[in-house]
């Protein structure tokens, strides 16, 4: 079940359903769920992607996994963890859709800052409603070379 916790109604019945579960002394999972990002954003991202990876000669995909997720933004992908059988510390890469809005607004703008810095590069704002049709042009129009 999904609570909102800011109403008073699922607030109470989280806390009942807890309780109950402590009397039973049960085994329970509690996740929190973050805001979703909105599908402009998403789409937003990855027209971003897909823009420099036809700039820089690379897939969209290897941008955002290579790129994106491992050079500019390894504070907010990179993660690990410990093969149970052997002990041994690992490196994993999170999903981009784990990042709640606010995550990816900042991934979003360090890789437009590294972009335009180190790849010469200019990704355009959200608000450059211009550039990104032209943009969103170009990558349709060149979508079999990526």
């Known amino acids: 079940m999904i609570y909102e916790l800011t109403k008073r109604f699922d607030r109470d019945r989280a806390v009942q359903k807890f309780k109950k579960a402590m009397d039973n002394e049960s085994r329970i999972e509690i996740k929190l769920k973050h805001p979703k990002k909105s599908i402009q954003h998403n ?6 992607f897909s823009w420099f990876g036809l ?7 290897y941008v955002k996994q290579e790129i ?5 933004n390894p504070d907010l992908f990179k993660t690990e963890y410990v093969n149970l059988k052997t002990g041994e510390v690992r490196e994993d890469w999170k999903s981009f859709a784990d990042l709640d809005s606010g ?5 979003i703008d360090k890789f437009r800052t590294w972009s335009s810095k180190e790849a010469g590069i200019y990704l355009p704002e959200p608000t450059d409603l211009a550039a ?3 943009i969103e042009k170009q990558v349709i129009n060149n979508s079999k070379y990526l």
Do not use: D, R, S
Request: hydrophobic content about 40%; aromatic content about 12%; overall charge negative.
């Open 43 to 48: 789409a937003y991202a990855h027209l971003l």
């Open 55 to 61: 700039e820089y000669g690379e897939t969209m995909e």
């Open 68 to 72: 994106f997720k491992k050079i500019v």
């Open 103 to 107: 995550q990816t607004t900042i991934a």
């Open 132 to 134: 990104i049709n032209e």
